[in-house]
């Protein structure tokens, strides 16, 4: 419905006024985009209430083990050892599985969220009395401790888990250079201050500490088109991404993301770039960027085609 709405109301509009897409006014171009997009939500989803069925829970599990073994692979990779070391998560979401199976791992860890999910019975009881279940029954951990203090106390005890409400801008709860290494996931594309935290993320990683962090670049309210939110002039676009408490996701570009961990002070170890836009929709789409009121209405086509970027920083020794 949603998707058919636009091609029926722009095909009326071209009979009626003979004026081409591309020559619309904006205030046109910008109504038929609310139209297609999902409303803002009441809520930052952390705080919306959880599913908690059993395939959700499941899901979640998976998850949270397919993170914390990648990060162990990447720390091992990089010849740390996961043993004692602080780890970090910025933007947890809904539960702090990855960062748990880790403690279980034998890490130190924190996490900070700009909104940080509260403790619900019907979800998190559940969730991490499964996570428990996996991690014993296929060894991953060396130690159930850390999971057992959670699911005893309800909550999180701080000896078993750092945590601030702050979010990346103001990391003041940790130390300099206390962490090992820093991750996140999906959660950049959220942020409307990067130098901020990108200048927290470089003040509490350890000299030589690394930060793994995964970006998805596209316009969350609709994921098929990916670059709408680009079009956005930039008063627009700032009210957008705070009505929708930062999901809507980013107007930044990979290329400005990499110059922030520069500007930080990081080195740029790898940019793995795994999503591409589909070229038949960036065929439509660049006629409208280049006759929007967007700030990047005169970037070049290159710029604007990776979609994910999965960027591998280190801090100097
Ligand atoms: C799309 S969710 C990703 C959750 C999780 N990392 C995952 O992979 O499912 C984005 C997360 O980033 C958090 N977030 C948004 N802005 C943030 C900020 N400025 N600092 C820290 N976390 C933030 C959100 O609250 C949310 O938990």
Request: with cysteine.
């Amino acid at each position: 419905m949603e998707i058919n709405l636009i091609p029926r109301a722009r095909r009326l509009v071209e009979r009626l006024g003979g004026l081409p897409f591309s020559a619309w006014p904006h205030e046109i171009l910008d109504a038929s985009r609310r139209i297609a997009s999902p409303p803002p939500p009441a809520l930052p989803e952390n705080f919306r209430r959880l599913p908690h069925d059993a395939e959700t829970i499941a899901r979640d599990v998976d998850y949270a083990v397919f993170n914390a073994q990648a990060y162990r692979g990447f720390l091992e990779q990089a010849g740390d050892t996961l043993d004692g070391a602080w780890l970090l998560e910025l933007g947890p979401g809904r539960n702090f599985g990855v960062m748990l199976t880790l403690a279980c791992m034998g890490a130190r860890v924190a996490v900070a969220d700009r909104f940080l999910a509260p403790w619900e019975d019907d979800y998190h009881g559940r969730f991490y009395a499964a996570l428990r279940q996996r991690i014993d029954r296929e060894s991953i951990g060396q130690s159930l401790a850390p999971l057992d203090a959670v699911i005893a106390a309800r909550d999180y005890p701080s000896a078993v888990l750092m945590r601030t409400t702050a979010g990346g801008e103001d990391l003041s709860a940790f130390s300099d250079g206390q962490f090992d290494a820093v991750f996140s996931n999906a959660v950049f594309e959220h942020v409307r201050d990067h130098a901020r935290v990108f200048a927290e993320l470089w003040r509490l990683t350890r000299p030589g500490g690394y930060g793994s962090h995964q970006v998805d670049f596209r316009d969350h309210r609709a994921l098929e088109r990916p670059l709408e939110l680009l079009l956005l002039a930039p008063k627009r676009y700032r009210r957008t991404f705070d009505e929708y408490f930062g999901e809507c996701g980013c107007q930044l570009r990979p290329r400005e993301m990499s110059q922030l961990f520069e500007c930080a002070g990081f080195h740029l170890l790898t940019q793995e770039r795994p999503r591409q836009v589909d070229e038949a929709y960036f065929a439509g789409f660049l006629p409208r960027l280049r006759a929007s009121r967007s700030a990047y209405r005169e970037w070049p086509a290159e710029a604007l085609r990776d979609l994910e970027v999965r960027y591998v920083v280190r801090k100097p020794s």
